[in-house]
């Protein structure tokens, strides 16, 4: 299957998960798929905080504005040109087989590819997906317990949209058979695990991250009510999420409080309200100083990693002093908003670019193929 049909094909479904992401009726079959295929993803996307009760319809199809926005044309092209053994390769279907050549008489091979995903947020898989069929590679998936159906929805839409590029992504129900390479995702504990069996394989294993903020004092009020949006969006289960914040010594927090309080409502969510009330009696018991606002705990601590229902902060004197921190933890952290970084309020949407830990994914999956 040539490169072009399969960005065309990403490119339809990332149109038809904009319309998903809005809650749009079925505009028709203009969206190349009919009403009760269109009605059959719907349902799935309301059903899946059934099954995962982080899953709020709200953020699945938060997500899926986030993914379409990726996959726009432009997008896309502009980030693929960053790889010309991909893009300037000659890959139809017929000729980009094992041993197969370029146009440059460079040998291609196909592999199978073992996706290990998570189930933190929903679909949070979908970029490795993106990565292995836009290189031409297979792709083997283990599906998190937590998915709730979501990826198994989507790869239903696909087989619509592409079924050749479909048929190229098979599930593992229990292990994950013969692959060629890995890409898994999971805790510091399953990281070890993966180390260890796969440990002969070319792979990619992603171990807990979770990002930051660092405040210099200067934000606008609009800022620091998009802060609430890297903060709480997808319950901060996301390794993009921002667990701490960096302030400077004389900051007054309660332009944060007020800033966030628009996301109130997720106090009324029962695992988030259970996880506040469990860490706030705790840490009060051993006489740990709070600040509350009533749906989330402000703890000042060197830590990085805050538990469900809490943010940490630590103030500084010297931004000197912040960056020596960031750098020295740099393998804990996924990215850092702020300015002359991630802008406020973008953290979880990223580009086709930003890959996760920092490792060049599609550079990954192209040397597979060309090495």
């Known amino acids: 299957m040539p490169l072009e049909e399969r960005i065309a094909a990403f490119v339809q479904l990332g149109r038809q998960f904009a319309l998903f992401g809005e809650g749009q009726p ?3 079959h203009s969206c190349g798929i009919n009403e009760v295929e269109y009605a059959s993803f719907e349902e799935a996307v309301r059903r899946a905080k059934s099954r995962n009760g982080w899953f709020t ?3 699945v199809r938060h997500m899926l504005r986030s993914i379409s926005a990726m996959l726009e044309p432009a997008r896309l092209n502009a980030w693929l040109a960053h790889y010309p053994d991909l893009v300037g390769s000659t890959t139809s ?3 980009f087989g094992a041993g197969a050549q370029t146009t440059d008489n460079r040998q291609l091979t196909i592999s199978a590819v073992g996706l290990i995903t998570a189930g933190n947020i929903p679909l949070v898989g979908f970029h490795d997906l993106l990565c292995v069929l836009l290189s031409g590679h297979r792709a083997r998936l283990k599906i998190s317990n937590d998915d709730a159906g979501l990826t198994n929805a989507v790869l239903g839409l696909l087989r619509l949209i592409a079924p050749d590029l479909a048929a190229r992504v098979s599930i593992a129900d229990q292990k994950l058979g013969e692959v060629h390479a890995v890409i898994a995702t999971g805790s510091n ?3 070890r695990y993966f180390e260890h069996y796969f440990g002969h394989l070319p792979r990619i294993i992603r171990k807990n991250r979770t990002s930051v903020a660092v405040l210099d004092g200067t934000e606008s009020e609009q ?3 998009a802060l609430g949006e890297d903060l709480f969006r997808y319950f901060g289960l996301g390794c993009r999420n921002v667990g701490k914040l960096f302030i400077p010594q004389d900051f007054d927090l309660d332009r944060v409080f007020k800033a966030i309080y628009p996301w109130e409502r997720i106090g009324n969510h029962n695992k988030w309200a259970n ?3 469990y860490h706030k009696a705790i840490w009060l018991m051993d006489r740990v100083p709070l600040l509350e606002n009533g749906f989330v705990l402000f703890r000042e601590d060197t830590g990085l990693h ?8 630590e103030r500084y004197a010297k931004r000197s002093a912040v960056d020596a921190v960031l750098i020295e933890r740099a393998g804990e952290i996924q990215c850092i908003v702020g ?3 991630v802008a406020f309020g973008s953290a979880q949407c990223p580009g086709p670019q930003d890959y996760a830990d920092g490792v060049d994914t599609m550079r990954f999956l192209v040397g597979l193929a060309t090495g």
């Open 26 to 28: 079925w505009p028709g």
């Open 57 to 59: 319809e709200e953020n």
């Open 93 to 95: 279907q017929k000729r």
């Open 189 to 191: 504990n399953t990281a």
């Open 223 to 225: 800022e620091l009510e």
């Open 275 to 277: 996880n506040y009330d």
């Open 306 to 313: 805050s538990p469900l229902g809490s943010i940490y902060y």
């Open 339 to 341: 300015h002359g970084h």
